[in-house]
């Protein structure tokens, strides 16, 4: 099975700078098809689950563009340019590259 | 608007069943890839099963042969039937649909608690 590893695990951040999150890969997310299939989503505190970004860098419907996301194979990172208070909660990332699909352990998001 | 609403989540005893439903409305359920997730409380996302287009399915480890998806397209509705339940399936459970050909949630539920505890 593919296993996940997010880092940090909490991030402190002060409103209006950037912050940075790291999803590592015990595996290859590259599918059969080509594709690589790493998403990232926001769970804000009460909420179910946000789309944020899908195959690496495509940003869903709705997403600010301050939310980026990058990486190849392995190694993947969400970036925040410029953190906003509502970008206040945790942060998964997702692979669905194999059948059996997992998460990271979660990123807490706040604010200093 | 798309909509996902959980349904048949309670409190149950360890060893018993418990069937989830899940009811979709604007989107044409059918042609979508469908999911279950969990939430322990306190805890992250565990993926708990997939269902294909075409009824392919696929599920975690942690649930394997006790759980069972399906779906009932001429009722846009998901299921999640659960047997032989222990203490660490109590969870929120939640219903996600994929994006077309993208394998990524885009639309989730609210979710439906389920407690497994004598």
């Known amino acids: 099975d593919i296993v996940i590893t997010q880092t940090p695990l909490s991030s402190p951040v002060t409103l209006g700078q950037p912050a940075s999150i790291s999803c590592r890969s015990n595996?290859?997310?590259?599918?059969?098809?080509?594709?690589?299939?790493l998403s990232w989503l926001q769970q804000r505190p009460g909420q179910p689950p946000r789309l944020l970004i899908y195959k690496i860098s495509n940003r869903f419907s709705g997403v600010p563009d301050r939310f980026s996301g990058s990486g190849a194979g392995t190694d993947f990172t969400l970036k925040i340019s410029r953190v906003e208070a509502e970008d206040v909660g945790v942060y998964y990332c997702m692979q669905t590259a194999r059948y059996s699909r997992s998460f990271g352990q979660g990123t807490k998001l706040e604010i200093k | 608007e798309v909509q996902l609403l959980e349904s048949g989540g309670g409190l149950v005893q360890p060893g018993g069943s418990l069937t989830l439903s899940c009811a979709a409305s604007g989107f044409t359920f059918s042609s979508y890839v469908m999911n279950w997730v969990r939430q322990a409380p306190g805890k992250g996302l565990e993926w708990v099963s997939t269902i294909g287009i075409g009824g392919n399915t696929y599920y975690a480890d942690s649930v394997k042969g006790r759980f069972t998806i399906s779906r009932d397209n001429s009722q846009n509705t998901l299921y999640l039937q659960m047997d032989s339940l222990r203490a660490e399936d109590t969870a929120v459970y939640s219903c996600?649909?994929?994006?077309?050909?993208?394998?990524?949630?885009?639309?989730w539920g609210q979710g439906t608690l389920v407690t497994v505890s004598s």
């Open positions: 996600a649909k994929d994006i077309v050909a993208s394998l990524a949630p885009d639309y």
């Open positions: 595996q290859s997310l590259v599918h059969s098809d080509g594709n690589t299939y």
